[in-house]
């Protein structure tokens, strides 16, 4: 989680409960990325305030700060990844936990022939027995078995 996050919640959030919840907008931060982090930081805001907030004012409150928090949110970078094996060399481009293109042996892959399902990604060789399985881990991070020629 970025240290922004973690400035926000510490500022506003019940101090009892502040390192708890840092701890879990974490990990969910890693598994789906900074804009629903930025929605449970608002979130919590609002439902762990340590500062008393009349119910008329709480909707006025969400908005300033989630147009706060979006102001100040930066985009996913994008990650390559270059990696070799047997059959070649290949790359693969991330944006958080997708993959956004990949190349096999210097060309480019056509979007066709990148197919996902849940955390394996599958990337069409034009020779069939060169195909890439892999599993993806985290943002920008994978294993495979290595292709053989």
Do not use: K, Y
């Not at 919640?9 to 019940?14: G, I």
């Not at 102001?71 to 970078?77: L, T």
């Not at 042996?105 to 892999?134: F, K, Q, Y």
């Amino acid at each position: 989680m970025r240290r922004l996050h973690e400035r926000f919640l510490r500022a506003l959030v019940r101090r009892d409960r502040v390192d708890e919840l840092i701890g879990d907008l974490e990990e969910e931060s890693a598994l789906r990325g900074d804009a629903a982090c930025w929605r449970d930081v608002v979130s919590l805001c609002l439902r762990q305030s340590r500062f008393r907030v009349a119910p008329e004012c709480r909707a006025l409150l969400a908005v300033v700060a989630l147009g706060a928090a979006v102001v100040v949110m930066e985009p996913a970078p994008i990650q390559t990844v270059v990696a070799q094996d047997a059959a070649g060399s290949f790359t693969l481009a991330f944006f958080g936990r997708s993959v956004i293109g990949a190349t096999m042996n210097g060309e480019a892959v056509p979007r066709g022939r990148v197919s996902r399902s849940g955390d394996v990604v599958m990337i069409r060789a034009a020779t069939s027995h060169l195909d890439l399985r892999l599993r993806i881990i985290g943002r920008g991070t994978f294993e495979w078995e290595g292709r053989s020629r």
